[in-house]
T-cell receptor, first 114, second 112 residues
Framework: AQSVSQHNHHVILSEAASLELGCNYS??????LFWYVQYPGQHLQLLLKYFSGDPLVKGIKGFEAEFIKSKFSFNLRKPSVQWSDTAEYFCAVTPSGGYNKLIFGAGTRLAVHP | NAGVTQTPKFQVLKTGQSMTLQCAQDMNHNSMYWYRQDPGMGLRLIYYSASEGTTDKGEVPNGYNVSRLNKREFSLRLESAAPSQTSVYFC???????????FGDGTRLSIL
């Protein structure tokens, strides 16, 4: 069965620190990959997505992610976090060409301290 | 442009009661989805509707039913609520293919 693993459940950083959140998936075929963010009390919003092409994708608010096919990974990065980045981050995968049924990771709660 | 609208936002039920969660989208999307979000488990797909007139089970369909009333609306019904169904429920929609899903604000459901 397909699955998505997010390595860190809770991350605490100070402002200006660098961020890297791990995401690995298990699926043998071609996939589409997503990172969603959920700010406190809000719905999920798309941060970035990868379908094909350049494996380094840039999203909103200075986030980027790198798809490494050989490692089945899609890690999220940001060089310098802000207090406003405090949120829960979800990695998700769906097989290409399917009905877009997203498989989510368990999420990573990020707390950024001023 | 409201996007994906869910009603109600909060609900408390007693065990055994029935309830329908409503979802409507105004983006002319073909596909719609219902997820539940539980602490430490991310979002899990309950049911989805790839297009108007079709519905299919997701990862955790037991205890739920759905209706794709028309292209805009996709409802989720709990026929006999159980405490294990206490969760936050999210509806989502997409044009289909590889396009990202757009999520509603969620319904926080507590079953006593």
């Amino acid at each position: 069965a397909q699955s998505v693993s997010q390595h860190n459940h809770h991350v605490i950083l100070s402002e200006a620190a660098s961020l890297e959140l791990g995401c690995n998936y298990s699926y043998g075929g071609t996939v589409n990959l997503f990172w969603y963010v959920q700010y406190p009390g809000q719905h999920l919003q798309l941060l970035l997505k990868y379908f094909s092409g350049d494996p380094l994708v840039k999203g909103i608010k200075g986030f980027e992610a790198e798809f490494i096919k050989s490692k089945f990974s899609f890690n999220l990065r940001k060089p310098s976090v802000q207090w406003s980045d405090t949120a829960e981050y979800f990695c998700a995968v769906t097989p290409s060409g399917g009905y877009n049924k997203l498989i989510f990771g368990a999420g990573t709660r990020l707390a950024v301290h001023p | 442009n409201a996007g994906v609208t869910q009603t109600p936002k909060f609900q408390v039920l007693k065990t055994g009661q029935s309830m329908t969660l409503q979802c409507a989208q105004d983006m002319n999307h073909n596909s719609m989805y219902w997820y539940r979000q539980d602490p430490g488990m991310g979002l899990r797909l309950i049911y989805y509707s790839a297009s108007e007139g079709t519905t299919d089970k997701g990862e955790v369909p037991n205890g739920y039913n759905v209706s794709r009333l028309n292209k805009r609306e996709f409802s989720l019904r709990l026929e006999s609520a159980a405490p294990s169904q206490t969760s936050v429920y999210f509806c989502a929609s997409t044009t289909g293919g590889n396009q990202p899903q757009h999520f509603g604000d969620g319904t926080r459901l507590s079953i006593l």
